[in-house]
């Protein structure tokens, strides 16, 4: 009787609809206005730092959004300041490469565009070339991850 309730469970499991992966769910940028985690506050003098911020997917790296609301076309009095935080220690002269696209729900929209941040996580200024949510694939030092980032329209 013991395997017919394994069996069932084996079974149940097989048959469940897998979780959603972040490459396959919907683009929605998740901006964190809390403290910043443990790892990410290097450089902050307050003791609990709290600034715009979004996680990957992954847990490896952390987008700190000086320039938040992030904006497409980039505003004229301000830049899209993004400080990039890598939760482990990063490759030197590793630079941290970004591979955006552009999405609707699902779905891609328009072609996909490169960035490149020289030496690696660290300050950028990220421009792409259309409001909307931009799924991020990030490669750096050996490491990916990816996020979810959200450009408004410049008003």
């Not at 609301?69 to 990063?90: D, E």
Request: glycine share 10%; aromatic share 6%; net charge positive.
């Amino acid at each position: 009787m013991r395997w017919v309730a394994s069996l069932i469970a084996v079974a149940a499991v097989a048959v469940a609809p897998a979780a959603a992966s972040p490459s396959t769910a919907p683009c929605h940028s998740v901006v964190h206005r809390g403290v910043l985690p443990t790892w990410a506050r290097t450089g902050f003098s307050a003791p609990r730092p709290r600034m715009p911020h979004v996680l990957g997917h992954g847990g490896d790296i952390a987008a700190l959004v000086f320039g938040y609301p992030l904006r497409s076309p980039p505003a004229k009095n301000r830049g899209n300041k993004i400080l990039w935080v890598s939760r482990r220690a990063v490759k030197p002269l590793s630079d941290l490469r970004i591979h955006a696209q552009r999405m609707d729900g699902r779905h891609r929209v328009g072609r996909p565009v490169t960035r490149v941040v020289v030496g690696g996580p660290g300050p950028s200024g990220i421009d792409l070339p259309a409001p909307g949510c931009w799924r991020l694939t990030l490669r750096w030092s050996g490491r990916t991850d990816e996020l979810d980032l959200q450009y408004a329209h410049r008003r």
